[in-house]
């Protein structure tokens, strides 16, 4: 599958962001999506993840309650929409694809099939 993510930008803090992210390739429904990011000087780090059926959400912290992830599986489409954004939310976003189905979602070994970043500039 190919990914890539699209929607970041320049906001100021306290607004908002979505972030869009297009698969093509073999079937989009069996993948369970991810997004991450990387803030300059760190290392990338998981934001949400998704399962196949769009029916269980996984958040880190420092997203829970300001982020949400969505999916559409007919239109082979992964969302973040993202809310109340901070200066730390400062980063390129990455989505990503994994066909291994978890209890957890976050670390990054999980996940073979990676987007282009779309960089997301909070401005305080």
């Known amino acids: 599958v190919q990914l890539q993510a699209s929607g970041g930008g320049l906001v100021q803090a306290g607004g908002s962001l979505r972030l869009s992210c297009a698969a093509s390739?073999?079937?989009?429904?069996?993948?369970?999506m991810g997004w991450f990011r990387q803030a300059p000087g760190k290392e990338r780090e998981f934001v949400a993840a998704l399962t196949t059926s769009g029916s269980s959400p996984y958040y880190a912290d420092s997203g829970k309650g300001r982020f949400t992830i969505s999916r559409d599986n007919a239109k082979n489409m992964v969302y973040l929409q993202m809310d109340r954004l901070e200066s730390e939310d400062t980063a390129v976003y990455y989505c990503?694809?994994?066909?291994?189905?978890?209890?957890?979602?976050?670390?990054?070994?999980?996940?073979?099939?990676w987007g282009r970043g779309t960089k997301v500039t909070v401005s305080s």
């Open positions: 390739g073999r079937t989009f429904s069996s993948y369970n």
């Open positions: 990503a694809a994994t066909e291994v189905s978890s209890g957890s979602y976050a670390p990054l070994y999980l996940y073979n099939y």
